[in-house]
């Protein structure tokens, strides 16, 4: 059966019908459907059309009827994906009278039988889902296999069986997710629309199997170009620590591949915490030296999504240089690194570098001194303004950390504020044990830290934080 008779068949039978019609072949299911004489009389295929009338009728939440749907066994994942593609395909096409709509009646939106639609389609795609996971990779794998090799091509259906495969797979599957996008015949499609569906089979695979970017290291070095490329964009999708020391385990084996390398570890690391101490940033930097113009393009983004001081001044001297695309790269990475918003002009941020290192030199330095000395109230008024600084910041931060541990609430509240100012997301750690701080003003501060700093709202649960915090560990 070729890709749209198949697909005809699949839609007619999960949403052509009308509701109603439905509950004919059974809308008042028994509680136990795989072991009631009752279920025998229909097939698969109508039993599973059974539990969607059931829900469409009663109100329990999807979870149950993705469980009625699980108890009819092994036998039913071929159906229940068949019935997945079928909600995607027409869930598809109402985006697609949406977006004909917009252009021709911008005005006007879903009527309410389409509207209804709409939300009965999402409604029974979460229940079919939910039952593809009950059922599990033994039965739900081996019937996406077959979808496979049945030779459909159609982008739409090849993006949900690998959202399928998210739900339930393992690293064994990889290779079957990378022929879904990329099939090994040759199949002429947009792999474009693709490209997603990977990221978050990936990412589902790397939830349950930690071996998951292992594997896609190795397939990154065996692959063509453009698989290699995709590889790469859905190792970054992870978002993880792991993530971020596979991409950068691969520097420097192929130069073709560093620029899309360097392209998103600046993406991953700016969202992942990277310590002080880290060698990725010494790492990164070393491309600075590079004459390979579109590698070192790339290397002064990513140190710029790395916030990395130490880069600087090398930036700034990169602010002479005749190519017009490198300048734009360096001067938006020494804003986004230092907060400054000087033009690119080389003398100007030479000048105002000088300036700040003689500061640091000076005034900082004795500001630093005064930290393990002062009384409470002048530990606030200083670290204000050592929490100025534009660079050396990474160091200043380290010294202010000690403070967090200070017998004086205030001097604790005051520190919390000036590792908030001074970016230090490394120390997000530290500042997750004082929100059980016994002060509520020291407790406030932290949390006012963390938030700012990680851009999450977790409120005051320290385990929440520390569970947050544990992914890019």
Request: charged letters at 30%.
């Amino acid at each position: 059966m070729n890709a749209k008779a198949w697909s005809v068949w699949a839609a007619a039978l999960l949403l052509a019908a009308p509701l109603a019609a439905r509950g004919d072949v059974g809308s008042e299911l028994p509680d136990d459907v795989a072991d009631s004489t009752e279920e025998a009389r229909f097939t698969v295929e109508e039993n599973v059309l059974r539990v969607l009338a059931g829900a469409e009728q009663g109100d329990r939440p999807p979870s149950f009827w993705s469980g009625r749907i699980a108890r009819l066994g092994p036998d039913a994942a071929p159906v229940v994906v068949d019935a997945l593609i079928a909600l995607d395909l027409r869930a598809r096409e109402l985006a697609e009278e949406d977006a004909e709509r917009a252009e021709s009646a911008p005005l006007e939106g879903r009527n309410a039988e389409q509207q209804a639609e709409g939300e009965t389609i999402e409604r029974e795609r979460r229940i079919v889902r939910g039952a593809l996971e009950l059922l599990g990779r033994e039965a739900v794998v081996p019937a996406l296999e077959q979808r496979l090799e049945a030779g459909l091509v159609m982008p739409a259906v090849r993006g949900t069986l690998l959202d399928a495969l998210a739900a339930v797979g393992s690293v064994e599957d990889l290779d079957l997710a990378i022929g879904l996008v990329w099939p090994a015949g040759g199949g002429a499609h947009d792999v474009e629309p693709l490209l997603p569906f990977l990221d978050e089979a990936v990412c589902g695979l790397h939830e349950r199997d930690e071996r998951t970017l292992d594997a896609v290291r190795d397939r990154v070095l065996d692959a063509r170009f453009d698989v290699a490329v995709g590889l790469i964009r859905a190792a970054s999708a992870t978002e993880s620590r792991d993530g971020l020391d596979m991409l950068s385990g691969l520097l420097g084996r192929s130069s073709r591949l560093d620029p899309v390398l360097l392209e998103h570890i600046g993406a991953v690391g700016s969202s992942v915490r990277v310590r002080a101490g880290d060698d990725l940033r010494d790492q990164v930097r070393a491309y600075l030296t590079t004459e390979d113009e579109r590698v070192l393009r790339a290397a002064v983004g990513t140190l710029g999504d790395l916030r990395d001081e130490s880069s600087v001044e090398p930036l700034i001297q990169l602010l002479d240089s005749e190519n017009d695309a490198l300048v734009r790269a360096s001067i938006q990475s020494l804003r986004k690194t230092t907060g400054m918003g000087y033009p690119p002009d080389r003398l100007r941020w030479a000048t105002w570098y000088l300036s700040e290192n003689q500061w640091y030199q000076t005034r900082g330095a004795e500001l630093l001194r005064q930290l393990d000395a002062a009384a409470a109230p002048d530990l606030a008024r200083t670290l204000g303004e050592l929490a100025e600084s534009r660079i050396h910041r990474a160091r200043i931060a380290e010294r202010v950390a000690r403070l967090l541990e200070h017998e004086d609430p205030v001097a604790r509240a005051a520190a919390c504020d000036a590792l908030r100012r001074l970016g230090a997301t490394e120390r997000l750690p530290a500042l997750v044990e004082l929100l059980e701080d016994e002060d509520a003003t020291v407790a406030a501060a932290a949390l006012d830290a963390l938030q700012r700093l990680s851009e999450l709202e977790l409120g005051a649960d320290p385990d929440a934080w520390r569970e947050a915090l544990a992914t890019d560990a």
